[in-house]
């Protein structure tokens, strides 16, 4: 199984990113998909999930309402669309692959992607 995120860069407070992660050698289109990030010092925290056909997703508290998942099976990938982006959103981000079945736990997904950074400017 090959993940790999992409998407990342700096940008100022209040502008917009786009995270793209394109999967291979796993069952995208039955699979829930999740972004995931990891700030300087601290754990890897949830980010927001999809589930297998899109038409279920779920957001961290800090970010709902600012960042939107989807996916497209037709091409094995999942977004992350990232708006109204603030200095706090700084971190490496990583997508992650599990079977069917919702989780925001990051121990549940046994797939990951090699991460990209995101640099949000004061």
């Known amino acids: 199984v090959q993940l790999q995120a992409s998407g990342g860069g700096l940008v100022q407070t209040g502008g917009s990113l786009r995270l793209s992660c394109a999967a291979s050698?796993?069952?995208?289109?039955?699979?829930?998909t999740g972004w995931f990030r990891q700030a300087p010092g601290k754990e890897r925290e949830f980010v927001a999930a999809?589930?297998?056909?899109?038409?279920?997703?779920y957001y961290a508290d800090s970010i709902r309402g600012r960042f939107t998942i989807s996916r497209d099976n037709a091409k094995n990938t999942v977004y992350l669309q990232m708006n109204s982006l603030k200095p706090e959103d700084t971190a490496v981000y990583y997508c992650?692959?599990?079977?069917?079945?919702?989780?925001?736990?990051?121990?549940?997904?046994?797939?990951w992607g090699q991460g990209t950074q995101v640099t949000v400017s004061s």
């Open positions: 050698g796993v069952t995208f289109s039955s699979a829930t």
């Open positions: 992650a692959v599990k079977g069917s079945g919702w989780s925001v736990n990051r121990d549940r997904y046994p797939y």
């Open positions: 999809i589930n297998w056909n899109g038409g279920c997703t």
